[in-house]
């Protein structure tokens, strides 16, 4: 795993999806994609629509919280890859793996691969 302690990983899990999310809107806004294309992205790996994700960013979600109350898409399985040194499809912890299916979604994204590539459809 990329990050190396319990510490470490359980603070990921912690930290409020909302504190990352800006983070996610700069990185793909710096390569010419939008927030919208993100939220996008964001829906269709979790399930939530646009009224779903707004509550979970207003509430200060965790991540944990997050994926717990997510239905995660049926073609997560098919995001593959590798996301800070480690693959994807590798990850053990459920809840780390999601995380970086988000990643590597957003990764995507920002590197300007189509959106049906993106969504895996």
Known sequence: MAIGTIAGVSRIFT?????????????????ARTQAELDVVIEWLTGFD????RDHLASGTTFEEFFADSHLNPNAQLITGVICGVRVEDIEDPLMQKIRYLDK???ELAKGKPMTKVLRE
Not at 50 to 53: G, I, K, N, P, T
């Open 50 to 53: 646009e009224s779903q994700l």
């Open 105 to 107: 979604l957003v990764d």
């Open 15 to 31: 930290t409020s999806f909302s504190s990352v999310y800006p983070l996610y809107v700069a990185k793909v806004e710096k390569k």
